[in-house]
């Protein structure tokens, strides 16, 4: 396959950029590149640089930053087009980033067609642009709007483009290869963007960028303003340099892989199944979740009717909105949803009742969390049309979903689920039926773990700070404060009667819960909210329930170190994935990361909890496991093994999926 193709319009060299589907920037498509410039006629008026896709570039293969990067590497090809003795010029289309934009800043003149969408990604993969991006970009754009772009990662549309300064002109995608012919002619002389001044300018940077951003972003920024006052080749070497530390770092491994695991995800969520066309969508209930689904799938432009028996919520949708309180409204729809409340006898009855009035092709899904869809379809004629669609709150701003199988889902049904998930723009991971399916299963130890650690001697203040520590934004009981404690209060009494006698209980939410402690939205919870601590404060109410309930449990508090929370916590969670990837209810270990950096708001930058564990010494996992095991050797049975000195084979099986290249963290 030629990656490059060379043509000759006159005494104008045409060069297209052909490495389907996105132009990637690999490594053969840079030799190839650099091959065709090195073979380029003597005696040339101008080259054009185009892609033959729909894409200019659409960033460096991130697979290649795992290893040392092969030579020509892209500032070697950036340098090469500099060193030409005829001007270049980019005819942009389609997406230009990272390296595809750091390409075409190497050019003399940038054209757009009006699609054209130019960024900088490297930020949100833990880096920063390393082939002169943060140089050449201040002296299209000026230095504040170049540490905009750098530090955003946005992606900035042609006509934005062009009021920055960034490109020269838009044109039409069909007269775009002519017209940069046109414009390179005309140019006679080189113009390169090297060449070109630029004000050194301070900028505030703790007013610009955002408190919580990384550290590889602030020091983009520094990059940025510091190669403004530098000269430009040794701005260059600095960003160079910068990059391949950046690179090489732990979080940026992390990140990449965050990458692949979602897109390997995506792949096994489509399966082989064939989607049906979805365009208007019936949902059932219009409480929290109903209602926002209902906006959610509006705003992507299909036509939505919501029935809930009780007209007030209805009365709440937002226009544009088809409601009614009768079912038979739904009869269109090619997918209906249900969410109504979590019973599941009232979900089984609504089943039978909906299902007779729609046609075969109609999908029908529930948004239940933790019910069993095998038994709740138990009813239905057609199981083999239903399925489990789990979306998390609040639904429209939650990236992530999940798309349950029960034993009779077929392939076609899962496929539809797939299609639909990705026309929301959302993360959809493939589960199996079990409590909780994936991430609500996790994140239940992780709370679960949480209480127990309060038992022990910990404040809820102290586990929640220390979670903060290991980079989540909001601790869990801050969490459960704003999402309220009656959800899961119900929850545990349903599972009361089922629960293992032998099994750990701590009392203490319940007692919060029987004091009328809901959260916020009751003004306390596990602490108080007042005008003056609108965020919460520590209630000695509290204290007074907790001790309670340790002397009730027979617990003497010992202090709980900020590290000791942050291992078992993580360790609980290890536990979970585990359990969930063993009974087939997660397909892949990397399905847990992607689940709980996408719903959880687990930090993205350890790669998610299991990548966060892999990466560890194997000594300390064990150290890990056995201190969780002994938390409740009953809910983790499963890491008996740490109690003496092993790595658990069920979550030995995790790691090696999810790191199995890791030198000297685990032996
Ligand atoms: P909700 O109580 O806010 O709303 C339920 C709505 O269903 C109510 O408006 C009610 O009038 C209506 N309803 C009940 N029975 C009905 C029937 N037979 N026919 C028509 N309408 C009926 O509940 P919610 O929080 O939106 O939860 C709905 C579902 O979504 C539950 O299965 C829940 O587990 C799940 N879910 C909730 C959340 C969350 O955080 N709230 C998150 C994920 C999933």
Redesign the pocket.
Known sequence: MTLVSTELRGRTAVLLLDNPPVNTGTHAQRAALAGALADLPADLDGVVIGSAGPHFCAGSDLREFDRELADPQLPDVIATIEALAVPVVAAVTGLALGGGLELALGCDLRLADPRARFGFPEVSFGMLPGAGGTVRAPRLVGVPAAVDLVTSARQVPADEALALGLVDAVVAAETLLDEAVARVRALRRRRRTRDLPVDAVEVDLDATLPSRARPNVRRAAETVVRGAGIPFDQALAEERALFHELRRSEEAQNLRYLFFARQATAKDLRGPGTARRVESVGV????????ALARTFAAKGLAVTV????ED?LARLPDGISRS?A?KELAGADLVI?????DMA??Q??LS?VEPLLPLRTVIA??????DLDEMSAGLARPERFAGL????P?DRNPLVEVIRTARTDDDTAATLAAVVATLGKTGIPAGVGDGFVGNRVYADYRAQAEFLVEDGASPQDVDTACRGLGLAVGPFAVADM?GLD?AWARRKRLAPTRDPRQRYVTIADALCGAGRLGRKTGAGWYRYSENAPRGEADPAVDVLIDEARAKAGVSARRVSGEEIRRRVLGSMIAAAAAVVASGVARRASDVDVALTEGFAFPRFLGGPIRALARRPTDEVVETLAAVYASCPVTFALLEPASDGALPTAVAALFDEVAPTVEGARS
């Not at 059932?284 to 209602?291: L, P």
């Not at 789990?390 to 709150?393: A, R, V």
């Open positions: 059932i209930g219009a409480g929290t979740m109903g209602a029935v809930d028996t009780n919520a309180p079912l249900e969410a109504v409340f979590e009232v979900k009855e609504l009742a529930s948004n239940t969390s933790y019910l789990h979306f998390f709150n639904p999402s959800i």
